[in-house]
């Protein structure tokens, strides 16, 4: 999502080739590897839902994530071609490295709560990046903020004390981050 908002938003015409392509690279490594990888875990039993409930069984999928979105941000998305995204992704990156050291103090944070923080911080970087206006853009990003929280604590799959966890380690190095591109 973050990638199509960036290219919504970014006043820098792309190509119709360098947009598919652009697309095509981070679909790949964050949407169909993954799942792919998820599919592979629950054959061989190491994943009992796509939830991934278990401490244990989120170690594997977080330490692949975050290998990926290293490729993704330094070997692809790099500083120099798309200094946003590039940035929008090492956030991506911390964020999942954080998560993934959690995990080895026991604690359980909301992937959910982080990505959807993650992604409200970076819009609102770019549209005061841009100077565009996306009030009501942010605005329905907060409030899915709140159906995500919500939903998780209906499903009962995370306390308030993992989502509040989620919700920081998504947007604190997101904001951390637009120091170098702001």
């Given at each position: ?14 190509s ?49 994530s ?51 923080a ?35 604590l ?20 997101q ?8």
């Open positions: 999502m973050g990638t199509l908002i960036y290219l919504a938003i970014s006043p820098i015409h792309y119709e080739a360098q947009v598919l392509y652009l697309c095509l690279q981070v679909s790949l490594l964050t949407i169909f590897i993954p799942l792919a990888f998820y599919f592979w875990l629950k054959t061989v039993g190491k994943a009992d839902s796509m939830m991934l409930e278990n401490l244990a069984q989120r170690k594997i999928p977080l330490f692949l975050c290998i990926l979105l290293y490729i993704l941000a330094f070997k692809s998305i790099t500083q120099a071609a798309l200094p946003e995204l590039h940035f929008f992704l090492l956030g991506g990156l911390l964020s999942n490295l954080l998560t993934f050291l959690y995990l080895f103090m026991n604690v359980k944070a909301s992937i959910h709560q982080m990505g959807i993650a992604l409200t911080c970076f819009v609102i970087g770019l549209s005061a990046h841009y100077q565009v206006d996306l009030t009501y853009g942010i605005a329905l990003l907060l409030i899915l903020n709140g159906f995500v929280a919500s939903s998780r209906a499903m009962q799959a995370h306390s308030y004390t993992e989502l509040a966890i989620g919700f920081g380690i998504g947007s604190i190095p904001l951390a981050l637009w120091w170098y591109w702001l």
